[in-house]
Nanobody, 121 residues
Framework: QEQLVESGGGLVQAGGSLRLSCTAH????????MDWYRQAPGKQRELVAS???????NYADSVKGRFTISRDNAKITVHLQMNSLKPEDTAVYYC???????????????WGQGTLVTVSS
């Protein structure tokens, strides 16, 4: 079973930094796009940042200039460096891969279990 395992969430004061990591596990041939979503209490899940296997990154306007997404293709790992955090960044952050090519099974979509980020004012 393919999995995305996140780490790095926690509690931080406003203005601080956190680094989230997500590693893919399973019988994986390739993953093109990996991204981070977040869901704040009472709100819909939203896309925060995405990155292709070629390193092309995109960001939500709300995090541009503060967050940086990167990946290590050899380790099938994606990171989200979050700087200048604000209370409104408080949410559960989910790692996501819309198309995971799995050996002998084809393509599947995979979500991580989520990691909580809390930013205090």
């Amino acid at each position: 079973q393919e999995q995305l395992v996140e780490s790095g969430g926690g509690l931080v004061q406003a203005g601080g930094s956190l680094r989230l990591s997500c590693t893919a596990h399973g019988n994986i041939v390739s993953i093109n796009v990996m991204d981070w979503y977040r869901q704040a209490p009472g709100k819909q899940r939203e896309l925060v940042a995405s990155i292709t296997s070629g390193g092309v990154a995109n960001y939500a306007d709300s995090v541009k200039g503060r967050f940086t997404i990167s990946r290590d293709n050899a380790k099938i790992t994606v990171h989200l460096q979050m700087n200048s955090l604000k209370p409104e960044d408080t949410a559960v952050y989910y790692c996501h891969a819309p198309i995971v090519r799995v050996r002998y099974r084809g393509d599947v979509e995979v979500w991580g279990q989520g990691t909580l980020v809390t930013v205090s004012s």
